[in-house]
C-alpha cells in the first residue's frame, strides 16, 4: 500500500510539472509566433529596420542563406542591398509547420516562406533558433533556403 502510494504520488507530480510546462511552452510559442507575426507586418510595410526587431542584435546572430552572415548589422546590410525597393519586398507571408521546445529558453521554429512580387516570386523553407534574451523572444539563428 505505501508503495502504491509513493507511485500515485510521484505520478500525480509528475503529470502536475508536466502540465505546467505545458503552459510555458504555449505562452511561449504564442510570444514566439507574435515576433514572426510583427517580422510579417513590417516587412510588408516595407521596414526592413522593424523586420529586423525579430532578431537579437548581436554580432553573435548568424543568417545562412545563400552566404553565412554573421551579425546584426551585417545582416540588416545584406537585406537592405537585396531588398532595396518595394517592388523587390513585394508582399511576405510565413506558414509556420513547426515549434519545438529543445529548452524552456530556447526553440526552433520551421517553417515556409512565400515572397509575392510583380517580377518574379519567392518561396523557400527556414529554420530559426528563438532564445529569450532579457525577457523578449528572439531569432539568434536563421537557416533560411
Request: hydrophobic share 40%; glycine share 6%; with cysteine.
Amino acid at each position: 500500500m505505501k508503495h502504491a502510494l509513493i507511485f500515485i504520488l510521484s505520478t500525480t507530480l509528475c503529470h502536475i510539472g508536466y502540465s505546467q510546462q505545458r503552459v510555458i511552452n504555449q505562452e511561449a510559442e504564442k510570444e514566439i509566433r507574435l515576433v514572426l507575426q510583427k517580422q510579417e507586418l513590417a516587412w510588408n510595410n516595407f521596414n526592413l529596420d522593424g523586420f529586423m526587431e525579430g532578431y537579437w542584435k548581436s554580432d553573435l546572430l548568424l543568417f545562412v542563406g545563400s552566404q553565412i552572415t554573421k551579425g546584426w548589422t551585417a545582416t540588416l546590410e545584406g537585406y537592405k542591398k537585396r531588398y532595396n525597393s518595394q517592388a523587390q519586398m513585394g508582399s511576405l507571408k510565413f506558414e509556420i509547420l513547426q515549434i519545438d521546445s529543445l529548452t524552456p529558453e530556447v526553440y526552433v521554429v520551421t517553417g515556409k516562406y512565400f515572397l509575392t512580387r510583380s517580377t518574379t516570386n519567392l518561396d523557400g523553407i527556414f529554420t530559426l533558433l528563438f532564445q529569450r534574451k532579457n525577457g523578449k523572444w528572439v531569432i539568434v539563428y536563421d537557416h533560411t533556403s
